[in-house]
């Protein structure tokens, strides 16, 4: 059985704080549809 110090923990938590943060500043780039298909024409009429 592996034993982690307790800075391993902090080290893991702000690694996860950081990932969610960076997803959640993605998320606000993130074009809202409204539930419309939004696909591109192969080639424009």
Do not use: H, K
Request: glycine share 12%; with cysteine; net charge positive.
């Amino acid at each position: 059985m592996r034993v982690y110090a307790p800075a391993d923990y902090r080290n893991g938590l702000w690694l996860s704080a950081g990932f969610a943060g960076i997803g959640l500043i993605a998320a606000l780039f993130v074009c809202e549809t409204g539930c419309r298909n939004i696909t591109l024409n192969e080639r424009p009429a």
